[in-house]
């Protein structure tokens, strides 16, 4: 874990940045008035199966059976048939599973689940401080750590050493993967920190966020939460599989927080209780 120490920044992007979205507007001044401490990558297959108990392919084969029909943005489906999965083959949707490799395929929900699992077991063993909890970043706490005290979203002249994304996710990838030529998920902690000492921030997997998804309020808020209700939840960082423009530190993404991806993972934060 990495403590992030309380600050103030502008959360979102210019009209004038290239790559920008419509959704990272209005710019919005935010003070965090409580500092955090955030995991120094995201969390790996080998920490899941020791929190949770499973691995990741008895995981995803259980995704893949699993009859219970969810709610996906007011349709209720089988994960499987939402993602259009084939049930009876998880190789095809599954790339290689170190342990140091990231966990992919984690909904929302299940990212939360682990959550309340390790604060269970931390507290059990007299670990977890007083008036704290594991819990998802909050979007502001995400972007905030992501950025890292720079005021430009996008990481014009360093991408390659900071992040695995489309560009260089193929280079020296062997083993099962996507694509041709393949990729996938690489192991954590193999590009650059940036200067909090966090690892792949942006890249690798998309990372959930607590949040539900919603417009920024604009002008200034504090220790702000998101949207008290929504439909789906952010993510943000991009994936390997993803573009320069989706790497940037205000780019936002919006998710069902029950869909199973092969490019979605999270990371953990540990945060004073609201």
Known sequence: ?????????????????????????PQTTVTLTKGYWLGNTEVTVGQWKAVTGVGLRDKVIKMLNDETLYDFEGKKLRISDFMGFDKNDPDK???????????????????????RKLNQQERAHGRLPAGYEYTLPTEAQWEFACRAGTTESAFTNNLDSIAWYVKNSALGYTGKGFGNPPAGPRNVGGKQPNQLGLQDMPGNLWEWCRDWCGPYPGGNVTDPLGPASGIDRVNRGGSFGSGANDERSANRAKNPPNEDSAYRGFRVALCAVQ
Do not use: H, Q
């Not at 874990?1 to 507007?25: A, H, I, L, N, Q």
């Not at 790339?95 to 992919?104: F, I, K, T």
């Open 1 to 25: 874990m990495v403590w992030v120490s309380p600050g103030k920044f502008v959360m979102g992007s210019p009209e004038s940045e290239p790559g920008r979205k419509t959704d990272e507007s």
């Open 93 to 115: 949707i599954m790339a290689n599973e170190d342990d140091r490799l990231p966990m992919y395929f984690v909904s929302w929900n299940e990212a939360m689940d682990f959550c």
